[in-house]
C-alpha cells in the first residue's frame, strides 16, 4: 500500500523560505512520477512542480520556476520541495502525488496521479 505523508508546511513572511518532505514507502518508485501540487481555497489543483525518481529529472511550473527547487533522496525515499522567494499567491495546501503510468514527463493534470498525500499548509504573510 502506498503512503506519502507531507511534512514542513507553516507561516513565512513574503520573501521568506520553506522546505517541505513528502516521505514515500510501498512500492519502488524507480519507474514513477512524483510531484507536487498545490490547491488554495476556491481555486483548482495546480502543478507545481514534478520530478524522475529514476534520474532526478525535474519540470516546473512557470509560477514557481527559478524560486522552488524539487529533489528527492533515494536513501530516506523522500521527495523534497524548496521554497524561495515566497509570495503570498504561493500560501495553498501542498500536496505530494504519484503517477505510476507516466515515466517523463510528469503528467500537470491531477487526475492522472494515483496516489496522494494528506496535504501540508503553506501560509504567506504579506
Known amino acids: 500500500q502506498v503512503q506519502l505523508v507531507e511534512s514542513g508546511g507553516g507561516l513565512v513572511q513574503a520573501g521568506g523560505s520553506l522546505s517541505l518532505s513528502c516521505e514515500a514507502s510501498?512500492?519502488?518508485?524507480?519507474?514513477?512520477?512524483m510531484a507536487w501540487f498545490r490547491q488554495a481555497p476556491g481555486k483548482e489543483r495546480e502543478f507545481v512542480a514534478g520530478?524522475?525518481?529514476?534520474?532526478?529529472?525535474?519540470s516546473y511550473a512557470d509560477s514557481v520556476k527559478g524560486r522552488f527547487l524539487i529533489s528527492r533522496d533515494n536513501v530516506k525515499i523522500t521527495v523534497y520541495l524548496q521554497m524561495n522567494s515566497l509570495k503570498p499567491e504561493d500560501a495553498a495546501l501542498y500536496y505530494c502525488a504519484v503517477d505510476t503510468d507516466t515515466y517523463w514527463p510528469p503528467q500537470r493534470d491531477p487526475k492522472e496521479y494515483e496516489y496522494w498525500g494528506q496535504g501540508t499548509q503553506v501560509t504567506v504573510s504579506s
Open positions: 510501498g512500492r519502488t518508485f524507480n519507474r514513477d512520477a
Open positions: 520530478l524522475r525518481w529514476s534520474g532526478g529529472y525535474t
